[in-house]
């Protein structure tokens, strides 16, 4: 037996912190897991632009028990490795911290017990090891890893630790996907380079890694101090886009169906994703795995953290044929221009930024390379989604509403910034119940203007209940929301300015104090982040 879960509900139960002593600890570790897998955050180079190779951090992997094809390393990439394992698999991964500060590891919409989640308050200090041991409870579905401590998860990812968890299970075998060579992640974000190639992030971070954030207008004004205290509060956006860790992506590709998995693993960086020759696409999965049947979308729009799976299929294009995936214009989510949000002094220079929220650029360049049969057929079902029934919640008719805020230059939900270990009252739930969570991004309008939020709970897979939008904010927000697919489970739901969602979320197995914030890393590092806690 499998019996972590008892301890922690035994711990819970206690009413006491939820922090397990060591001993408990070791004594499960005893327990022998499927899959074990080690983890070294460290730093290295990874060759990314011509010349110089670029100082990263990285996740080295290994694999200590199990099959081989339990991790896979995207070649040439600074990106983690892949992990893929089963639903029903035991796993045990061991993360040794050979950074000179604190890290952790969060895995991104996987449903675990709130000791293995990588809440920030479990850390492993440099030269320590944290050891993560759990039952693959998920759905097939791409899920993602990251660190998460705090004030820091921001700065941890964008210089390169980040990687992809795909879980499988028979739900998805039977529907026949792609596989293997045609099985393709894609994981998107932007970074910033110096001309020695050095990733740019915070000028205060120039001495681990990074060198002057792009001078310019606002360099000039502000000096770093202040441009730094606008970026970590607002959001790094970089002006090259990488795919898997490279630029200028292109992939040669073959004349039949593919399965894209994209993963916008960006710090702040929103996609409003589209094919140039205006065909549609397919869409098969989201955050939590598989879409009952596929639905069509003419573009995607894809926030920090979020997922979203694609049937591809080149074989209607002739050998040869050059194709581009672009991030169309959108409303962006600051003032900037079109002064509709009234952003104020600090909207207009932050409108100043080379590649701003909203502005068009190419992502990545599909060459349809070689001709090739396949004998695969989009299917007409992919999974089955119980759908949670919205009367069955138990506070139906009084949501919790939970309000993005901005106070004194700081953020925080209903006015509250993150405390390490505490909840308040409006944010304990019942461990066995259904709830309506209502997320508002209609509060935060201040001297910054308002900003689009892309809000995570950790632990668990919601539904997409219903959305609505301030009339004044409905014309920006529809530049977006043809994009969104919310008929599939889902960890984060997306929220431009004026913008609500009401989402069902359930809480099972796992009594605990989660983490729920905007995906944004820099809004999180900066308070946009709470615990909610599920009691007994
Ligand atoms: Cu991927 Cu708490 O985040
Ligand atoms: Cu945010």
């Not at 050891?131 to 401590?149: L, N, Q, S």
């Not at 299917?379 to 939970?402: G, H, M």
């Amino acid at each position: 037996m499998w019996t972590r879960r008892d301890v922690v509900k035994t711990l819970a139960a206690g009413g006491g912190m939820l922090a397990m002593p060591a001993t408990i600890r070791e004594a499960l570790g005893a327990l022998e897991p499927d899959v074990e897998i080690v983890l070294t955050a460290t730093k290295g180079e990874a060759p990314i632009l011509s010349g110089r190779a670029t100082p990263v951090w990285t996740y080295r992997g290994k694999v200590v028990k199990g099959e081989a094809g339990s991790m896979q390393s995207i070649p040439g990439s600074y990106l983690g490795p892949i992990i893929r394992v089963r639903k029903g698999q035991r796993v045990r991964l061991v993360l040794e911290n050979g950074l000179a500060e604190a890290t952790n590891i969060h895995w991104h919409g996987l449903h675990v017990p709130d000791d293995m989640d990588g809440h920030p308050r479990h850390t492993a200090a440099p030269g320590k090891r944290f050891v993560y041991e759990f039952e693959i409870k998920d759905r097939a579905g791409t899920y993602f890893f990251h660190p998460h401590p705090h004030g820091r998860t921001g700065t941890q990812v964008y210089f390169g630790l980040a990687g992809l968890f795909l879980v499988s299970d028979e739900e998805e075998q039977a529907a026949k996907l792609p596989l293997g060579e045609y099985d393709l992640p894609l994981i998107l974000q932007d970074r910033s380079f110096d001309g020695e190639n050095r990733l740019v992030f915070l000028s205060d971070e120039r001495a681990r890694g990074g060198g002057m954030m792009g001078g310019g207008m606002m360099g000039g004004m502000m000096g770093g101090g202040m441009m730094d205290m606008m970026t970590r509060m607002m959001g790094f956006l970089g002006d090259r886009v990488l795919v898997n860790g490279r630029p200028d992506a292109i992939l040669s590709l073959a004349t039949r169906p593919y399965r894209l998995r994209l993963l916008n693993a960006s710090n702040a960086r929103i996609f409003k994703l589209a094919w140039d020759d205006g065909s549609p696409l397919t869409v098969i999965g989201t955050d939590g795995g598989l879409l009952e049947a596929p639905v069509q979308r003419s573009y995607v729009t894809l926030a920090p953290g979020e997922r979203i799976e694609l049937w591809t299929d080149f074989s209607r294009y002739a050998v040869g044929t050059e194709l581009t995936m672009r991030s169309l214009p959108f409303a962006g989510d600051m003032a900037m221009g079109g002064g509709m949000m009234g952003g104020g002094m600090m909207g207009m220079m932050m409108g100043n930024q080379e590649l701003p929220n909203g502005a068009a650029f190419p992502v990545l360049k599909v060459r349809v390379a070689r001709s090739e049969k396949a004998p695969v057929t989009l299917p007409k079902r992919l999974s089955t989604i119980v759908r949670y029934r919205p009367e069955d919640a138990v506070n139906y008719r009084r949501p919790r509403v939970f309000h993005i805020t901005m106070g004194m230059m700081e953020w925080g939900i209903n006015g509250r910034g993150f405390e390490m270990e505490r909840v308040a009252e409006d944010e304990i739930v019942r461990l066995n119940t259904l709830e309506v969570w209502e997320f508002a991004n209609d509060a935060s309008m201040g001297m910054m203007g308002m900003m689009a939020h892309p809000m995570h709970i950790h632990g668990l897979q919601f539904q997409i209940l219903e959305r609505s939008v301030t009339r004044a904010l409905r014309e920006a927000r529809d530049s977006v929301s043809a994009g969104y697919v919310d008929e599939g489970w889902k960890d984060e739901v997306f929220l431009m300015p004026g913008e609500r969602a009401k989402v069902l979320v359930a809480f099972k197995d796992f009594p605990g104090l989660f983490p729920y914030h905007c995906h944004m890393l820099e809004h999180g590092d900066t308070g946009l982040m709470r615990n909610y806690l599920v009691r007994v």
